[in-house]
């Protein structure tokens, strides 16, 4: 992983990591972070990834902290998991991550209906998919779990070190 080697690489790097409080006036209803939200909806968008053991917050990680994604992308990133735990606590008085399996479909169904919401989901499945599918070096295909059940070799030469 990439050395902290300044308060704002270090504060970038945070994000998966950063509380979401979720308030009402001076209310709070709940706190989660991004990191947590996000490995709950990456099985709830596609279950095959837990069962297969890929964990796309990892990956994530590494797509904020680069350099050549644009800050509106990692805005849209943020403020979707903070959007969808409003959502949820919205309608069901619960963060993401609290509800049910059932309850968290529903969420994800309604916000779908949103253009926020219908194009987080669409980001979300890209990164789900670019984890899965992409070198074991970026975190997210660990023990080439996302090769193997598609029977597909990587490419070689593989890469030494992470290029994002």
């Known amino acids: 992983m990439q050395s902290f080697s300044s308060r704002r690489n270090f504060l970038k790097a945070g994000f998966l990591s950063s509380a979401v409080i979720?308030?009402?006036?001076?209310?709070?209803?709940?706190?989660?972070?991004?990191?947590?939200?996000?490995?709950?909806?990456?099985?709830?968008?596609?279950p095959k990834a837990k069962e297969l053991g890929i964990d796309t917050s990892e990956y994530i990680t590494i797509i904020y902290r680069h350099h050549k994604i644009s800050k509106e992308d990692k805005d849209f990133l943020k403020n979707g998991v903070k959007w969808l735990n409003e959502t949820a606590q919205e309608e069901h008085k619960k963060i993401y991550t609290k509800l049910s399996d059932t309850k968290r479909q529903e969420v994800l169904e309604n916000i779908a209906q949103t253009e926020w919401g219908s194009a987080w989901i669409d980001t979300m499945l890209r990164y789900i998919?670019?984890?899965m599918l992409g070198d074991p070096i970026y975190g997210g295909n660990q023990n080439r779990a996302g090769w193997n059940w598609l029977a597909f070799k990587g490419g070689e030469p593989r890469p030494k070190r992470i290029y994002l």
């Open 129 to 131: 998919f670019e984890a």
């Open 22 to 46: 979720l308030t009402s006036g001076c209310d709070i209803f709940g706190v989660t972070t991004s990191r947590d939200t996000i490995k709950v909806v990456q099985n709830d968008l596609f």
